[in-house]
């Protein structure tokens, strides 16, 4: 990944490739962002007049590269919209210095080294920056046959696409405890939402519940947590009819991990529990042609869980927080369960399955079961649950759903908090009796209006009584099929991890309840 560090040189004397600055719209035009001001001296002062006559306005995610003036020690001046300009005396908003940090870092692959020289006031701006600029110089390659800048298959990289090789934030005082604490934090979230991108980005055909697990068992070893991997074998010893019915149709059965970081000193324990189907076909009720080609992204939820568990143990967090991963593969085959099949669930409960494309809330209902067995303080889970979220909210919120409102309210201003967009769902009571089964105690389906808000309904049935429980349906966001933006690239985003770990963060602090 893209090494990060903060500097002492400015603008002026940092050695790279190029330098960074950023420009806004002020109320007469394009103004400057301070952080720059030795690269506008270098320009006489006319940098912002300069960036005018090539056509910069100062807005969002604008790339603007110049040749260096006389005086500088890089060659090229890489100018990155950041938006209005704020208030007087106000500093720039966090998430805009993410994304103009991100569009920055993507519009510099294939250089080794940039010095960012964007307004970072205090540490938490730094930590943006650096946030913003590792997440937007990602870029997948395992699968390209000349490997680009990824060495796994052992052939070099074309020197083209491999990603910009090191950050350097400039006036982010190094020596200073909380620009050292916040610019680490950066690098081990970034690192963990790039891990969760690489997941989301694999094909199913590399990705199935078995390897998925396996890379769980990997990382747990290596940074340190506690993971337990439930095969086909004790998933059926286990009675697990959600995980074992999604996941039979498939020549690759169901996993389900639970994987802890703890700590002595914690008196809170999260739980988290992911959506990991590795494939979404729709089983039986086959997917048409045009809904299935980006399905490998259905396991985004148990990524998300997963890169928040282990992030929380890399920082050390003062708090239990256990990741649940109800991974399976759903698929036709003459072994699937059908529509009208009735499974009985790790909870006792029975569902007649009308529709074997609504399998999310199938391998998660035995999760949040499992979960809830241990009594945690609170439960969130992460799905990429419904099309009809997508309809509703669009490809940048996720929808929060709770049976707790003050919960609801806490994960919204927690994702509002670290940049995340998200949206609070009701859970509709009324909508229940849609899920009526003449031969179960519930169906899978129910209503096809607000089909979000019944599955979120069909899911609390399986929380145990009396735990918060949130649940977070990232359909649209999750997978990126337009141009990258900001730090958003194509395919898999690693929406959630953010609000999860600042969750877990929170709760170690003891800011919620
Ligand atoms: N994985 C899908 C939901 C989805 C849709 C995720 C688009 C990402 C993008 C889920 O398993 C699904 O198929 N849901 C059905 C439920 C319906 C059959 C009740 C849906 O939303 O159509
Ligand atoms: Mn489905
Ligand atoms: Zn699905």
Request: include cysteine; glycine fraction near 14%.
């Amino acid at each position: 990944m893209t090494a990060l560090t903060l500097s002492t040189s400015s603008a002026a004397t940092v050695r790279a490739d190029a330098v960074v600055v950023g420009v806004a719209k002020g109320a007469k035009g394009v103004v400057v962002a301070p952080g720059a001001e030795a690269v506008d001296k270098a320009f006489g002062g006319k940098l912002a007049g300069v960036l005018e006559t090539l056509g910069a306005s100062g807005a969002e995610g604008e790339v603007t590269k110049l040749p260096a003036a006389d005086g500088l020690k890089t060659p090229v001046v890489l100018a990155v919209g950041l938006g209005d300009a704020p208030a007087k005396g106000d500093g720039y908003d966090h998430e805009a210095l993410r994304r103009a940090a991100g569009s920055a870092a993507r519009a510099l692959a294939g250089s080794k080294k940039a010095g960012f020289a964007l307004p970072v006031e205090d540490a938490e701006a730094a930590a943006a920056v650096g946030e913003g600029a590792l997440l937007g110089a990602y870029t997948f390659t395992a699968f390209r046959s000349n490997g680009a800048g990824n060495g796994k298959n052992g052939k070099k990289n074309d020197g083209k696409s491999a990603p910009l090789a090191e950050v350097a934030i400039l006036g982010g005082k190094p020596r200073d405890k909380e620009f050292k604490a916040a610019t680490e934090r950066a690098q081990a979230l970034a690192a963990e939402i790039n891990r969760a991108r690489d997941l989301i980005n694999t094909p199913s055909n590399a990705l199935d519940p078995k390897s998925f697990a396996a890379e769980a068992q990997a990382a747990a070893k290596e940074f340190g947590l506690k993971a337990e991997v439930l095969d086909e074998k004790a998933l059926k010893k286990g009675g697990y009819g959600g995980l074992l019915g999604v996941g039979q149709g498939s020549e690759a059965p169901p996993r389900l991990v639970r994987i802890a970081h703890t700590h002595p000193k914690a008196d809170k324990t999260l739980a988290l529990v992911g959506k990991g189907i590795t494939y979404d076909s729709g089983g039986i009720s086959l997917k048409p042609a045009g809904h299935n080609e980006t399905m490998k992204c259905d396991m985004s939820g148990a990524a998300a869980v997963f890169a928040a568990v282990v992030t929380a143990a890399r920082l050390g967090l003062e708090v239990n927080v256990t990741g649940w991963l109800a991974l399976a593969e759903n698929m036709p085959s003459g072994s699937a369960t059908r529509p009208g099949d009735v499974l009985t669930m790790y909870s006792g409960k029975t569902v007649e399955v009308l529709n074997t494309d609504a399998e999310g809330r199938l391998v998660l209902a035995d999760a949040l079961t499992r979960a809830s067995e241990e009594e945690p303080d609170a439960i969130v889970d992460v799905a990429t649950l419904t099309g009809a979220m997508v309809l509703a909210l669009g490809h940048r919120h996720f929808g929060i759903m709770a049976n707790d409102d003050a919960f609801r309210t806490s994960i919204h201003e927690i994702a509002e908090e670290v940049g995340e967009q998200s949206w609070p769902m009701p859970m509709p009571e009324h909508l229940r009796k849609g899920m009526d089964s003449p031969v179960a105690d519930i169906a899978n389906m129910g209503d096809r209006m607000g089909g979000g808000l019944v599955a979120g309904l069909f899911l609390k049935e399986f929380i145990g009584e009396g735990i918060p429980w949130a649940h977070l349906d990232i359909a649209g966001p999750a997978f990126h099929e337009g141009s990258p933006w900001g730090y958003t690239p194509k395919g898999g985003t690693g929406s959630a991890v953010r609000t999860l770990v600042r969750l877990a963060e929170r709760t170690a602090a003891g800011d919620l309840g």
